[in-house]
């Protein structure tokens, strides 16, 4: 065996492990923080990452300390606005104390959560089922606290779970159903031209496989009643308790509902508070809650699996697993994040994740990786 041993210019040995002077050179070399050297276009702001690789290539445990200084911004004035709006009612004894509670925590501090976690989604991986399987506990705790609050009021127009003739509540159901359907197409331009949120993650958020579409069916279910007791049921009513007439609490009720949907982007959130309001117009009308629930139930089933695979890859076909490392690869090329670009990554650009062609079941199971949560589905 040939002996490895070297004599350095001082005239000391070194073994195969050792550098010059006799030290252990055997482990891994020592860690150092980057510098400009490292990179042609120098450090970011944080001094960590290298200017030239947009946040969306970051993994997510490896996000720039600026994201979480944002989260923490956003939760802080969220907190800030919900305590003042708790105090004002409480101070002003507009309410009693549980509304002034329920109030401050349906209309600020679940849409300041919404909000506040954005920054958050860049660069995540998304495992469907897990997350369909929490918004359903979410929505369910949530359609509870804001049921049991409602069953205290006695406001002038009440909502209520009162049964309609079988052929009126159809007629009510199908008819939301075609509105929601319709206010989704008459937004489509809008969401082409200043973008609808991040196109990627709405495309990962919906279902592929067969036991994906079943956990999603339950969720469509979950939310149409979850969120039908705390919007149309708890917070339309407590505003009335307000003074507010029967249609204002509508309106005013539907914009924290359309901002507990932000990561559906800026015209998304708009979108979703009008079809809040369509949801609203028969309760205001007949009282009951059952055909908002009904049609909420139609509206997030169609959309996640019939219509948004179709809106969101203008075909039939739900985008492959590899659709939100093509979308990274367009923002790349110049395409700013949350635009509708489809430029599919080069050859020499390939998916460090398997890709499915049309049909076929997912083959990475549940997850996939994405850019880009609330309660995070596409749906109303």
């Known amino acids: 065996m040939t002996d490895e041993r070297r004599t350095d210019s001082n005239g000391a040995q070194e073994g195969p492990g050792q550098?010059?002077?006799?030290?252990?050179?055997?482990?891994?070399?020592?860690?150092?923080?980057?510098s400009g050297e490292d990179f042609g276009e120098g450090l970011d702001p944080n001094g960590v990452y290298p200017a030239d690789i947009p946040p969306d290539d970051l993994p997510p445990d490896d996000l720039p300390p600026k994201v979480?200084?944002?989260?923490?911004?956003?939760?802080?004035?969220?907190?800030?606005?919900?305590?003042?709006?708790?105090?004002?009612?409480l101070v002003?004894?507009?309410?009693?104390?549980?509304?002034?509670?329920?109030?401050?925590?349906?209309?600020?501090l679940l849409p300041t959560l919404a909000i506040a976690q954005l920054p958050l989604m860049t660069g995540m991986v998304l495992e469907r089922v897990p997350v369909y399987l929490g918004s359903i506990l979410s929505i369910g705790i949530l359609g509870l606290v804001g049921g049991l609050l409602a069953l205290r009021l006695d406001p002038p127009a009440p909502?209520?779970?009162?049964?309609?003739?079988?052929?009126?509540?159809?007629l009510w159901s199908v008819g939301l159903t075609v509105a929601a359907i319709g206010v989704i197409l008459l937004f489509r331009p809008l969401e082409a031209r200043f973008g609808g949120g991040r196109p990627e993650l709405l495309r990962d958020l919906l279902p592929r496989t067969g036991r994906e579409r079943r956990v999603f069916a339950l969720l469509s279910l979950a939310a149409g009643v979850g969120e039908e007791l705390a919007y149309r049921a708890y917070a339309f009513l407590a505003l009335?308790?307000?003074?507010?007439?029967?249609?204002?609490?509508?309106?005013?009720?539907?914009?924290?509902?359309?901002?507990?949907h932000a990561y559906q982007g800026p015209v998304g959130v708009v979108r979703t508070g009008v079809m809040g309001f369509v949801l609203a117009v028969p309760v205001v009308i007949t009282g009951s809650l059952?055909?908002?629930?009904?049609?909420?139930?139609?509206?997030?089933?169609?959309?996640?699996?019939?219509?948004?695979?179709?809106?969101l890859t203008g075909s039939g076909e739900v985008a492959p697993a590899g659709s939100a490392q093509e979308a990274s690869a367009g923002s790349r090329n110049g395409s700013p994040a949350g635009s509708w670009d489809e430029t599919p990554a080069g050859p020499e650009e390939e998916a460090?994740?398997?890709?499915t062609s049309p049909g076929d079941e997912?083959?990475?199971?549940?997850?996939?990786?994405?850019?880009?949560m609330d309660f995070p589905r596409d749906r109303a």
Do not use: C, K, N
């Open 19 to 34: 550098g010059a002077g006799g030290e252990d050179r055997s482990g891994p070399p020592p860690s150092r923080q980057l």
């Open 68 to 89: 979480f200084r944002e989260v923490r911004r956003r939760f802080r004035v969220g907190l800030l606005l919900t305590g003042a709006a708790f105090l004002g009612l």
């Open 92 to 108: 002003t004894g507009a309410v009693p104390f549980l509304d002034a509670v329920g109030l401050a925590f349906f209309f600020f």
């Open 159 to 170: 909502a209520s779970f009162t049964w309609l003739p079988l052929p009126e509540l159809l």
């Open 240 to 260: 009335q308790m307000l003074g507010l007439g029967p249609w204002t609490a509508a309106v005013v009720a539907s914009v924290p509902f359309g901002f507990l």
């Open 290 to 311: 059952l055909p908002s629930m009904v049609a909420h139930t139609l509206i997030d089933l169609v959309v996640g699996l019939i219509l948004g695979p179709r809106l």
């Open 352 to 355: 460090p994740y398997p890709r």
């Open 362 to 372: 997912d083959p990475a199971g549940d997850r996939t990786p994405h850019q880009g």
